[in-house]
């Protein structure tokens, strides 16, 4: 069995981008998702990371709550899905790879509204057990 392409990733990305919920989704749309296989070099010095799959995936842009008129010109907003960490945490915790990618998708779309990791995880599990 080979493993999910960048190609599967990209498209169960999508799907899951889909499923969140429309108040989030209509402020995300613009966002370009983008898989790679590892983040780049730069990215992983700059956070100090010991191993490039320490990162499953990455929001670059700047925050909706942080915006102004003099963003203009700035480059477009972009998450990151790193596709060897995101396996490699698939076959460690034997999660359902949809789940993962679900999960990873929320927490960069979250960077992009500015929300906490815990504003982040109420979301989520919102979206998984719902009221």
């Given amino acids: 069995m080979k493993p999910?392409?960048?190609?599967?990733?990209?498209a169960l990305a999508r799907a899951a981008l889909r499923s969140i919920p429309e108040v989030l989704r209509r402020h995300a749309m613009d966002v370009i998702?983008?898989?790679?296989?590892?983040c780049d070099e730069?990215?992983?010095?700059e956070m100090g990371l010991e191993s490039?799959?320490?990162l499953l995936g990455l929001y670059r842009g700047i925050p909706l709550?942080?915006?102004s008129v003099s963003d203009i010109g700035m480059g477009p907003d972009m998450i990151f899905l790193y596709r060897r960490p995101i396996?490699?945490?698939w076959c460690e915790s034997g999660e359902d790879l949809e789940r993962v990618i679900r999960h990873v998708l929320i927490h960069e779309i979250g960077h992009h509204f500015g929300f906490s990791?815990?504003?982040m995880e109420r979301i989520e599990r919102m979206e998984l057990d719902p009221p």
Avoid: G, Q
């Avoid at 998702?33 to 590892?38: D, I």
């Fill in 33 to 38: 998702l983008s898989v790679e296989e590892f």
């Fill in 117 to 119: 990791d815990a504003d």
């Fill in 42 to 45: 730069e990215t992983e010095v």
């Fill in 87 to 89: 396996l490699d945490y």
């Fill in 4 to 10: 999910p392409s960048a190609a599967d990733i990209d």
């Fill in 52 to 54: 490039p799959f320490d």
């Fill in 65 to 67: 709550h942080r915006r």
